[in-house]
């Protein structure tokens, strides 16, 4: 079954997300779950969808200013957490070295993971794509290896948020080379909309989408949805 994840990043609030969650009815045949900001992560929860956080830190508690701890997600019946995003990598300076420690601790504590890799436009152009790709699965693989609860999103950063997908050729290729190096789950994200996530899920290798933009509304994203539910 496709995993297909929705990223809110800084959008919703609790009431919002309320909302959306009455609105939302997750189709059969894929699992469906959601990534509200902190703040609205109790209201999903609350409203019966599987919610994921978009962070987690690595200690369980302590003088960490700004940060939750697996055990605080867990407490409120998150069922797992993204971690390395590459814009967190972009704006908050996340390393290889702190994602790695963020997995670590939420598989740990039973959180599901969705880890994030990707190249900018510069590297792929500059045919360092593997070897981006590489260190950034390698760390995460160094660190806790294939484990069940642990997924890759592969998020090409040219792609996010700028409307223009990698092909269908890209992502299979991309996919098929984290697997070579870790063998898990590994969803696609990148501008991922109704009309073009048949195709891109339907790729070998392609077990899932992380949704930014288009998972803001129920309609786009029961789509996406729909989409993943029709393809084994
Ligand atoms: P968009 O779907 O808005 O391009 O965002 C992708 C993403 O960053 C999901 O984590």
């Known amino acids: 079954m496709k995993l ?8 919703k609030g609790p009431g919002e997300t309320r909302e959306f969650c009455q609105a939302f009815r997750m189709p059969q045949g894929v699992e469906a779950v959601v990534c509200p900001p902190y703040l609205s992560l109790a209201a999903a929860v609350e409203s019966g969808q599987t919610v994921f956080a978009q962070n987690v830190h690595w200690a369980d508690h302590g003088a960490y200013t700004g940060e939750v701890s697996a055990p605080m997600l867990l407490e409120l019946g998150v069922a797992g957490a993204i971690v390395g995003h590459s814009e967190r990598r972009q704006y908050f300076g996340e390393s290889d070295e702190t994602v790695a420690r963020r997995t670590v601790a939420a598989l740990g504590h039973d959180l599901r993971v969705i880890a994030c890799v ?14 981006v790709l590489r260190l950034q699965v390698e760390s995460i693989c160094d660190a806790i290896g294939a484990h069940d609860a642990l997924t890759v999103a592969y998020e090409p950063v040219w792609a996010i ?11 299979r290729e991309a996919h098929a080379f984290v697997k ?8 696609y994200g990148g501008s991922v909309k109704p009309d073009n996530a048949a195709e891109l899920l339907s790729q070998e290798d392609v077990d899932g989408a992380l949704v930014g933009g288009a998972s803001l509304e129920v309609e786009s994203f029961t789509a996406i949805c729909q989409a993943a539910a029709g393809i084994s």
């Open 4 to 11: 297909v994840a929705g990223n809110w990043k800084m959008f």
């Open 118 to 131: 990707g190249e900018s436009l510069e590297e792929r152009e500059s045919g360092q794509m593997e070897l």
């Open 161 to 171: 948020g700028t409307g223009r997908t990698a092909t269908a050729e890209q992502a």
């Open 180 to 187: 070579s190096l870790l063998d898990v789950p590994v969803l």
